[in-house]
C-alpha cells in the first residue's frame, strides 16, 4: 500500500517595509512542526513578496 500525504502552502508575509524576519519563518516551522507538518521547500521569489513554505505529513 503507497503512503498517502497531505500537503500544504504557508505564506509568510513582509514586514510594511518589505522585510522578512527569519524569527518568524522559524516560529511558524516550529508550529506546524508539532501539528506533524515537514517543510519540502520555500521560495522567496520576489524581493518585496512573501516567502512561500511546502509542507507535507502523512494522513
Not at 514586514?15 to 524569527?23: C, N
Not at 506533524?36 to 511546502?54: C, D, K, M, S, Y
Request: aromatic fraction near 8%.
Amino acid at each position: 500500500m503507497s503512503e498517502r500525504w497531505q500537503y500544504k502552502v504557508e505564506e509568510i508575509k513582509p514586514t510594511f517595509l518589505g522585510s522578512i524576519k527569519p524569527v518568524d519563518i522559524e516560529e511558524r516551522l516550529q508550529a506546524l512542526g508539532l501539528q506533524g507538518w515537514e517543510l519540502v521547500n520555500a521560495v522567496h521569489a520576489t524581493a518585496v513578496g512573501p516567502t512561500l513554505l511546502f509542507l507535507k505529513r502523512r494522513l
